[in-house]
């Protein structure tokens, strides 16, 4: 089940390997347009689930899902037939930093570079672990996001652990439900 999981970066991948760790691994990809390739031809008709940026550009695949959550500027899910979509708004670094503000951290208590542009570059060129100098830092940085577990990780973390334990008859209203109640009730 844990390669219908794809997440579309470096990044995206070691934080949904730190909320909910996989039994194998996640079908990590380089770009949406990667993740959205792996859904339609690989998983055409079986269950898959796509994590990627909220892009300025609109895949045309994502025309066709529906809207089941929206936590604006945060996450959004959507649906279509076996697919899903998580969205990160606007994109992963910008969210990260969020919900570091809303634990009152900051990116520096991790030892990562408090400009945008920088921790971006950091981001965008690592492809691996073993690359990666900052690997600890996020190992540490989103072990403590899953530990204070704000509202955006809460409900990301459900998002794809519910999935991934229902993926052929997930219901919808739970979904609404269950986060609904994640948001109306933060850091429980």
Sequence with gaps: MDLRII???????KLINSLVPPTTKYNHQKGCPAV????????????AVGIIDRDKIQLSYSKNFDVIF??????QLCKFSHHYLIFICP???????????????KLKDFGLPENLSD?????????????DKYSQNFRELFKELKRQNPPSVAALSFWITYLKDNPYNADVEHIYAETSRILNNPFK
């Design 119 to 131: 921790f971006t570059k950091i981001t965008k060129s690592t492809t691996s672990d073993k690359s």
């Design 36 to 47: 959205v390739n792996i859904m339609q031809n690989k998983f055409r008709n079986d269950f």
């Design 70 to 75: 929206d936590i604006p500027n945060s996450l």
């Design 7 to 13: 997440p579309e970066c470096y990044i995206d991948t």
């Design 91 to 105: 994109a992963m670094e910008r969210w990260i930093i969020s919900n570091l503000e809303m634990i009152g951290l």
